[in-house]
Nanobody, 120 residues
Framework: QVQLQESGPGLVKPSQTLSLTCTVS??????????WSWIRQPPGKGLEWIGY???????AYSPSLKSRTSISRDTSNNQFSLQLSSVTPEDTAVYYC????????????WGQGTQVTVSS
């Protein structure tokens, strides 16, 4: 059973960098063909894909967030991380990590989500 757990600060000041980590258990993040994504949901809005890191370490980002986003991984601890720079209150959201199976147009495992508020 794969489990994902987000961790990181719940409050970030404007202009600072938001940093979150997703710890994965139940299987290595290097398992062939899986992608590991970050997704967020601002209050009152729908889900927004931020980006992913693939089993090989390749990355892809949402065009609207690409200039401020970096996703990396620590394979020794089976974790992947999100950094979102120059945050504004519009970045306030529940942030989720999720697994994207090969060939799928869906996410089969999700973390529980973590609230991040951008405020001074």
């Amino acid at each position: 059973q794969v489990q994902l757990q987000e961790s990181g600060p719940g409050l970030v000041k404007p202009s600072q960098t938001l940093s979150l980590t997703c710890t994965v258990s139940g299987g290595p993040i290097t398992t062939n063909f899986y992608h590991w994504s970050w997704i967020r949901q601002p209050p009152g809005k729908g889900l927004e894909w931020i980006g992913y890191i693939g089993y090989s370490g390749s990355t892809a980002y949402s065009p609207s967030l690409k200039s401020r986003t970096s996703i990396s991984r620590d394979t020794s601890n089976n974790q992947f991380s999100l950094q979102l720079s120059s945050v504004t209150p519009e970045d306030t959201a529940v942030y989720y990590c999720a697994r994207d199976p090969p060939g799928g147009a869906y996410y089969d495992y999700w973390g529980q989500g973590t609230q991040v508020t951008v405020s001074s």
